[in-house]
Every structure is written in structure tokens, then in C-alpha cells.
């Protein structure tokens, strides 16, 4: 049996067959589906998709993308939300310095925000970091209390080594199939087997040879 434990069901790329696609995957041995989310309508999406499902849980929170929409309405949202049962993470959070898409300061103050929220609601946490390995390990050290993911693990392993040490566990997608995912690899040389978990991040990052391709949980196996 296997657990997608980052995978996007809301994203729009499903819009047109999402129950089927849902259907297969599950009937393909895919028992177990972490839906991440990245702002107020993707958590609200994910949190009605685990109700539909009850293989389906849900994550809620605001990606750094989408940090520039968090307000003190949205800390009342994720309240809120973390109070349903199907909700098991605030997530993805964190900080992405590669494209920017809100201004750093922001990217870091919604980040700082989204961890004191898990360490009051006492919820675990998913990890975006791309571009920024200093200063998300600079963050979460500051919050011994709270443990979590890194969702698609690019780092490196003496990274991964202090990660894991904190009792963090360490996600890897399809991108390790891809050409450049030396880094990758040398990280899941040093993580226990009991550390590594395994996502899609679809319908993004199909693994090669279905490289570009809309990825879903089937692709796992
Ligand atoms: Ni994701």
C-alpha cells in the first residue's frame, strides 16, 4: 500500500476528471493521500475534498507564493480549520527565493506566523523551501517545539542531517528522477528508511520517462 503524502487533487489540471482520476488512484493501491494547500480557496477545496474521501486528508495554510494574501483574517481561518479532524498540518509553508512571487519580507513574517500558529495549535507543519535552505533552517530552529517536512527535499545532506536530528522527516518527489538530482540523492543516502517520505507533488514533477506530463499518485509505484 502506498501513502502520496503531498499531492494537489484541488489543483485546477483536475478539474475535469478529478473523482475518476481519485477512483484509479486508489484503486491502484494508493491508500493514503496527504492534499496540500496554498492559500484560503486551496484549503478550503482540500479540507471539502477530505470530507469526500475518507482516504483524503488535508493540509491548510499559505505557500510563500501566496503570502501576500494572509491577513489577520487568515490566522482566524487557520483556527479554525485545524479544528476539524481531517486537517493534520498547517502547510506548505516556508520560503521561496527563486521565483519571488511575494516580496521576501512578507514570505518571512507569513512563514514566522504559520509556525507560531503550529506551535499553539500544537500541528505539525509542511515545508516549501526552494532557494532559501539558510534561512528556513535559521526559522524553524527557532520553534524546537514544532516538527514537520520538508516537502520535496532540495537541500543537502549535512542540511538533511541536522533536519533529521530535530525529528523532522524529509519528503521526495519525482524530481529525483530528473538529471540534476544529485543533491537529492546524496540526502536520502543519509535518511533512515523510517524518515523518507515518499509524494507526488502532483500534478506537478512527474518522474521520468512521463517528465512534463500531469502527474498523479499512481506514479509512486
Ligand atoms: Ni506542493
Redesign the pocket.
Known amino acids: 500500500m502506498y501513502f502520496d503524502t ?1 499531492a ?1 487533487y484541488t489543483d485546477e489540471d483536475f478539474d475535469a476528471d478529478r473523482d475518476e482520476t481519485i477512483k484509479q488512484v486508489n484503486e491502484s493501491g494508493v491508500e493514503l493521500i496527504m492534499n ?1 494547500s ?1 492559500d484560503f480557496d486551496s484549503s478550503l477545496k482540500a479540507i471539502a475534498l477530505s470530507e469526500k474521501y475518507p482516504f483524503i486528508y488535508a493540509t491548510v495554510g499559505w505557500h510563500p507564493h501566496d503570502a501576500k494574501t494572509f491577513s489577520e483574517e487568515s490566522e482566524q481561518y487557520i483556527r479554525q480549520w485545524c479544528t476539524n479532524s481531517k486537517v493534520r498540518a498547517i502547510g ?1 509553508i516556508g520560503l521561496d527565493f527563486y521565483y519571488d512571487l511575494s516580496e521576501r519580507d512578507v514570505q518571512r513574517e507569513v512563514f514566522i506566523r504559520q509556525m507560531e500558529l503550529a506551535s499553539e495549535l500544537k500541528m505539525p507543519v509542511v515545508i ?1 523551501d526552494r532557494d532559501a535552505h539558510a534561512e528556513c533552517m535559521e526559522i524553524i530552529r527557532k520553534f524546537p517545539d514544532v516538527k514537520g517536512a520538508f ?2 527535499y532540495s537541500g543537502s545532506a549535512e542540511m538533511a542531517n541536522e533536519i533529521l536530528s530535530m525529528g523532522w522527516y524529509l519528503g521526495f518527489t519525482g524530481a529525483i528522477t530528473f538529471k540534476n538530482a544529485r543533491r537529492a540523492l546524496e540526502a536520502i543516502e543519509i535518511c533512515p528508511n523510517d524518515r523518507i517520505l515518499i509524494e507526488t ?1 502532483c500534478p ?1 514533477l512527474a518522474p521520468v520517462p512521463f517528465r512534463g506530463k500531469r502527474n498523479d499518485s499512481r506514479y509512486l509505484s
Do not use: T, V
Open positions: 503531498h494537489h496540500a496554498s506548505e516549501h516537502h520535496c507533488d506537478y
